[in-house]
């Protein structure tokens, strides 16, 4: 024989209701408000099939003891113009129910919780409160992420997938696509290895996380965690050119007399530095002093070529450079790349100019 389902099982269905919320907010820091007000507009939505429109519903869930009812706000009416219910009450029964005072045109609000509202609400519930948890997952990953955008994180490769790879975040997966990725590099399932975050976008499922190994601020982000002058602000990093998986120029500044900016990145022994170097698979890093004064600046970017003379056209941003016929090599670099990065870092094309002869770049 069937179980008549009474009050008190109603109300311990309710109070099970609100434990669950509690516990969910406990373990997820989902704030049980939020779900609260999710399952009241789910079962306000439900009320449409019920009273055939849900404008004048309103759904109201004890915080306490999970008790469900249901308030609908009905204009009096005169007996013969009254024809819809779900919004309407005749001014005979609206006497009856709350009082001979009551006049025509006068909106009330009372309840209209129907009989078989606890099984549609459990129903409603369980499913709200599943795309709830979803959703706030999705807001807090994305808020986690946004967070760290133009920052350097940590990421665990999971697989190749063709030329992309697959890392893990923590709280979700992204995909480190080819042109972000060094091509001399190349990783293992399972190893730890840090990324620059371009940008994070929100989407209809998880946030997706575009990161980078190649872009110049990883290595800005590097020696932030290494080096404690860049940390509490006594070192700043100005520019920096970078050919990745091959070198990088650094130009840094301090206002503090007493502190030495290539020296703090460079670190005891060159444990700093290193530290980047490591992480970078081996990648070179020229750190140089900078400068306002475009002469200085040029000359500090040539390192590690030594300079006898920079003319400077500031208008035009170019410079020749003279440089002893010993350095010239030096100078330039490997096809080129000495000189091709001290350009990206101060801004000037240069003419580097030795005593047989004149290159440009």
Not at 117 to 133: D, E, P, S
Not at 143 to 152: A, G, I, L, N, P
Not at 269 to 274: E, F, L, P, Y
């Amino acid at each position: 024989m069937a179980t008549k389902k009474t009050k008190s099982n109603v109300n311990s269905d309710g109070k099970e209701l609100i434990n669950a919320l509690a516990a969910i907010e406990k373990e997820m820091q989902i704030d049980k408000d939020v779900m609260l007000k999710a399952v009241e507009d789910s079962l306000k939505n439900a009320c449409k099939s019920q009273f055939g429109s849900s404008e004048n519903i309103r759904v109201q869930i004890d915080k306490k003891t999970g008790e469900i009812k249901v308030f609908a706000d009905v204009t009096i009416v005169e007996d013969a113009e009254w024809f819809d219910e779900a919004k309407e009450i005749g001014i005979t029964e609206a006497k009856l129910k709350y009082g001979p005072d009551v006049e025509v045109g006068t909106v009330l609000t009372h309840e209209v919780t129907p009989k078989n509202f606890g099984r549609i609400a459990a129903q409603n519930a369980k499913q709200t409160i599943v795309q709830t948890i979803r959703q706030q997952e999705r807001q807090v990953a994305y808020d986690f992420f946004k967070e760290r955008q133009h920052h350097v994180i940590t990421g665990i490769v999971q697989r190749y997938n063709g030329n992309k790879i697959q890392l893990n975040l923590g709280k979700l997966d992204t995909t480190l696509v080819e042109k972000e990725q060094v091509p001399t590099e190349r990783f293992r399932p399972t190893d730890r290895v840090k990324v620059y975050v371009v940008d994070v976008k929100k989407t209809q499922r998880d946030p997706k996380v575009i990161v980078s190994r190649t872009h110049p601020d990883l290595v800005r982000g590097l020696f932030e965690e290494e080096v404690t002058e860049l940390q509490d602000g006594s070192v700043e990093i100005m520019k920096i050119a970078r050919e990745a998986g091959s070198r990088t120029k650094i130009a840094v500044y301090t206002k503090i007399p007493n502190i030495d900016p290539v020296g703090a990145c460079v670190g005891v022994n060159g444990c700093r530095v290193n530290a980047v170097v490591e992480e970078l698979k081996g990648e070179k890093i020229d750190i140089i002093v900078w400068s306002d004064i475009p002469a200085i600046l040029i000359e500090n970017a040539l390192s590690p070529a030594s300079v006898i003379t920079v003319d400077v056209d500031v208008d035009e941003k170019h410079a020749e450079v003279l440089v002893p016929d010993d350095q010239l090599s030096l100078a330039i670099g490997k096809e080129g790349q000495n000189a091709r990065l001290a350009a990206k870092l101060t801004g000037y094309t240069i003419d580097i100019k030795s005593e047989s002869g004149l290159l440009n770049f």
